[in-house]
């Protein structure tokens, strides 16, 4: 009959207010408040925290490891808080090898270190430095 091939019982000739909007699928909306915040968590702490205050370090498809400060190279990715403790622990009792499946540097913990913008332990606890902090405090 007339309604035949028509959903909802909608007249022929009219529209339906869906089909006026000319939604694309995928298509950016302009803005990013209703969209969810990415979260990981630290290989250390296991705390979940969101994507953009962790430090994230790669194992690249060619096997070495590497910090990622853009959070976009290509490889498996592990998280780290951007805290003194998380990266020791991380480096140092093998968080970020269990994680990338494979050993770490342990010059990564500088890295990591600088990208937190935390002082370099070594350079904080060698003979030149304690020398220094000594003649600070003389003074």
Request: charge should be positive; glycine fraction near 12%.
């Amino acid at each position: 009959g007339a309604r035949a091939g028509r959903r909802g019982g909608q007249a022929a000739g009219t529209t339906d207010d869906r089909c006026q909007e000319e939604l694309v699928v995928g298509a950016p909306t302009g803005t990013l408040a209703g969209r969810a915040v990415p979260t990981r968590s630290c290989v250390a702490c296991r705390t979940s925290r969101d994507k953009r205050d962790l430090l994230r370090v790669v194992r690249t498809p060619g096997g070495s490891v590497m910090l990622d400060p853009g959070g976009r190279a290509n490889g498996r990715g592990a998280y780290v808080c951007r805290d003194a403790t998380c990266i020791e622990r991380a480096v140092g009792r093998h968080g970020l090898g269990r994680a990338l499946q494979v050993s770490v540097p342990k010059t990564l913990d500088i890295e990591l270190r600088t990208a937190a913008g935390l002082p370099d332990e070594a350079a904080a606890t060698s003979p030149e430095s304690r020398a220094t902090m000594n003649d600070i405090q003389e003074d």
